[in-house]
Nanobody
Framework: QVQLVESGGGLVQAGGSLRLSCVASGSISSVNAMGWYRQAPGKQYEFIAA???????RYADSVKGQFTISRDSAKNTVYLQMNSLKPEDTGVYLCNADRPFGFDDWGQGTQVVVSS
């Protein structure tokens, strides 16, 4: 399995920026992709962004051009740069590691609150 620890969340004004970090440990070599999900208040979890082991990225339509996912392989860390934040971006952001055969690992989440 892969252990994931997120950080970087907080309270920010609309229009501001945050960078979330996810540090991975464990069976890192087995990971196909890592991504970010969020759960807004009263909503179900939704996909935000992902990056494969080969460096390919994918984004939810709602955040294209606003969020950027990246990685630092030497630090076993994935980042989510969030710009032009809106109150609708408020939620708990969770890091996910996708492994073969349908196995997923999840971090504990980091809370983002965007005030108007």
């Amino acid at each position: 399995q892969v252990q994931l620890v997120e950080s970087g969340g907080g309270l920010v004004q609309a229009g501001g920026s945050l960078r979330l970090s996810c540090v991975a440990s464990g069976s890192i070599s087995s990971v196909n992709a890592m991504g970010w999900y969020r759960q807004a208040p009263g909503k179900q979890y939704e996909f935000i962004a992902a990056i494969t082991s080969g460096g390919n990225t994918r984004y939810a339509d709602s955040v294209k051009g606003q969020f950027t996912i990246s990685r630092d392989s030497a630090k076993n860390t994935v980042y989510l740069q969030m710009n032009s934040l809106k109150p609708e971006d408020t939620g708990v952001y969770l890091c996910n590691a996708d492994r073969p055969f349908g196995f997923d690992d999840w971090g504990q989440g980091t809370q983002v609150v965007v005030s108007s």
